[in-house]
């Protein structure tokens, strides 16, 4: 088996070797069972399909508690939705440090309970409990439902050549929110108060909840809308490698027409990461039928989403092309994100100068 990554999600090469083989029973129910670059499974329930995923809850006190709990909430439903089938159902576990006092759980379930209600998510299950041995920021896992007809869900399978890839956002939104959150002092100290501040705006980016439903409500499969991949860890082109493996397609993309928020550039130079393989939680990537693209982009457009179609999918003998600066390369995925190196090194540097 290939060697596990120093940090972060395996890889696509030890899913495909250990995880895939052994998926427990078999059942004919299933419409999309695990891939890597699919976010979610997709279940057959009588007239129903049924969307499933599930993510660790994941509560950074140094984000503020109240942003914390926005966070966690909105890392599964990004996944959920990328099914195409709006969310509805979850079902929470939540193993707590010791330390956690009644009064900073208070405000994360009452953030967790508003952003739900918000996003019409009814939490239907759970099990809450503080126990030794659990810490920051991984503090226990939450499986999100999604439920619609089986002709509106989305998946790589549906996917062909030709089909245009749409990417919102751009390059590691997750890495500069969290940066910007976590270090204001050293971002302030680098760029000014006011960068800081818009900087700090970006965490409540990280989310594809809008995203996805809008370019939905275009249409899916011939109508609009085959496939969506949430670009988390290793970033765009980690995300774009996997959905162009799920789709068993090649795929060709234009460096220069991926839009590009404010602030990202800045801060990625600053903490020397690669932006297009770093975190980026709320950017989304999106397959769609190539007569929908421009419809789409107005769609998501009128939400105040920045958006651009950034290349298409090819038939897979093609292979999986990067143009940068008008030249062509192979499209690599990562395998580590740059992003917890650089986090850690950050994290290292606001220490020693809180000592001095």
């Avoid at 006190?61 to 990004?78: K, L, M, T, V």
């Avoid at 099914?83 to 193993?95: F, V």
């Avoid at 980690?238 to 397609?249: D, R």
Wanted: aromatic share 8%.
């Amino acid at each position: 088996m290939n060697e596990m990554p120093a940090i972060g999600k395996i890889s696509p090469q030890v899913f495909e070797q250990l995880i895939l083989p052994r998926l427990g029973a078999r059942s004919d129910k299933i419409l999309v069972g695990p891939q890597s670059g699919v976010d979610a499974g997709i279940v057959e329930i009588g007239d129903k399909a049924l969307s499933l995923t599930c993510d660790p809850v994941f509560i950074v006190p140094e984000y503020g508690w109240e942003r914390s709990a926005w966070f966690a909430i909105h890392i599964i439903a990004s996944d959920s939705v990328t099914s195409g089938l709006k969310p509805q159902y979850l079902a929470i576990d939540l193993n707590l440090p010791m330390e956690m006092t009644p009064e900073q759980l208070e405000i994360i379930w009452d953030t967790m309970h508003r952003e739900c209600s918000k996003l019409g998510i009814a939490i239907i299950t759970g099990h809450t409990g503080r126990y030794e041995n659990c810490h920051y920021p991984m503090v226990g896992g939450a499986t999100m439902v999604g439920v619609g007809n089986k002709n509106e869900y989305v998946s790589p399978g549906f996917a062909r050549a030709g089909d245009q890839i749409i990417i919102t956002k751009g390059p590691a939104i997750e890495a500069t929110g969290i940066f910007a959150t976590m270090f204001p002092q050293l971002i302030e100290r680098e760029f000014g108060q006011d960068f800081s501040n818009r900087a700090q705006r970006v965490f409540y980016q990280m989310s594809v909840v809008e995203d996805a439903m809008t370019a939905v409500s275009v249409g899916v499969r011939e109508n609009g809308v085959v496939a969506m991949h949430d670009a988390t860890e290793c970033g765009i082109w980690g995300g774009l490698y996997e959905i162009a493996q799920a789709a068993n397609l090649g795929v060709r993309v234009d460096k220069e027409s991926i839009v590009v928020e404010d602030c990202v550039p800045e801060i990625c130079r600053y903490v020397d990461i690669d932006p297009y393989s770093s975190i980026s939680e709320g950017t989304l990537i999106i397959a769609c039928r190539e007569h929908k693209a421009a419809d789409i982009l107005k769609a998501l457009s009128g939400k105040g989403i920045n958006a651009s179609v950034v290349g298409e999918f090819t038939n897979p003998e093609m292979g999986m092309v990067l143009i940068s600066e008008g030249k062509e390369r192979k499209l690599e995925h990562p395998i580590v994100d740059p992003f917890w190196r650089a986090f850690y090194n950050a994290l290292e540097k606001q220490t020693e100068e809180a000592r001095n």
